[in-house]
């Protein structure tokens, strides 16, 4: 299994809950960045790196947040596994936006102010996630997996009602693949609390000097796993983001409405209540 996205939708969370399964095999790393890294993906896939020596000890599953706005890291998915089942978990688009806009300022990779001057800026933001408006058209993206995987193969969840009932929303997915959904927890983990940047300039030169990348290709994740919390140490802390705007919310959501539309068609569900509130 592989959960592909989507970025700040509970991912995590996701991978964390599932790995508890005694019939599921965690990977080692949070992010199996090799669907992602051409450098990396110049070589075999890393199964030793990502899940240690060995057999499997049981069903593996493995995330890459951002991998299903990469047609190319798709493509790697189904080349290396025509099997694998494509976890998506989905949260209300416009939160998702709002959370993912401070996300990239967190990380120095959002350069403008406000969140309204972020959503108007003509440049997309980073690949793996596109823009902050694009990534949540999830019909878009949900189709192409279908498109690629058949509909059969990719599993979406809703955030929402995912949090609300963990074992029932994916106990039916975890039977599909021959494991007992009795296993399953009772709660969904909470991974990746908010947190803000003390200092934005350091934050940039982290992520622009190239650092995370190299020490992402050389280092062994515990070494990164160290080196990272250090660094949340020296300039990050747990922070609260301003609520949003009640207007840009609403003008937000009326534009995300055809596209909640086609993927409620596209799942063959009924609405998804979360997503409609306010909307008459």
């Not at 403008?112 to 980073?126: D, H, M, N, V, Y």
């Not at 074992?167 to 975890?174: E, I």
């Not at 609260?240 to 207007?247: C, G, M, N």
Request: some cysteine.
């Amino acid at each position: 299994m592989m959960i592909v996205g989507a970025p700040k939708c509970g991912t995590t969370s996701l991978l964390r809950y599932l790995g508890c399964h005694p019939g599921i095999e965690e990977a080692r790393e949070t992010e199996l960045t090799w669907f992602s890294d051409p450098v990396l993906a110049a070589g075999p896939f890393p199964t030793t790196r990502y899940f240690g020596p060995g057999p499997a000890r049981g069903l593996r599953l493995g995330k890459l947040a951002g991998l299903m706005y990469r047609p190319v890291a798709v493509a790697r998915l189904v080349a290396l596994n025509p099997a694998v089942t494509a976890l998506v978990v989905l949260r209300d688009p416009v939160a998702r936006a709002y959370s993912d806009y401070w996300f990239d300022r967190r990380r120095g990779r959002e350069p403008q102010g406000e969140f309204r001057a972020a959503l108007e800026a003509a440049a997309p933001g980073p690949a793996s996630r596109r823009s902050l408006l694009e990534a949540g058209e999830y019909d878009r993206w949900v189709g192409a997996l279908v498109a690629a995987l058949g509909r059969e193969r990719v599993a979406v969840f809703v955030l929402e009602e995912l949090a609300a009932d963990p074992a029932g929303v994916a106990g039916p997915v975890v039977a599909r693949l021959g494991l007992d959904p009795a296993l399953l927890g009772p709660a969904l983990p909470r991974e990746n609390p908010r947190r803000a940047a003390r200092s934005v300039r350091l934050a940039q030169a982290r992520r622009n000097g190239g650092a995370v990348g190299l020490a992402r290709r050389m280092l062994p994740a515990g070494a990164r796993r160290r080196l990272r919390a250090q660094y949340r140490r020296l300039n990050e802390v747990e922070d609260r983001f301003p609520d949003l705007d009640p207007a840009l919310a609403a003008e937000l959501a009326e534009r995300y409405r055809p596209s909640v539309a086609r993927l409620e068609a596209l799942l063959g569900r009924g609405p998804i209540e979360a997503w409609h509130h306010g909307q008459g």
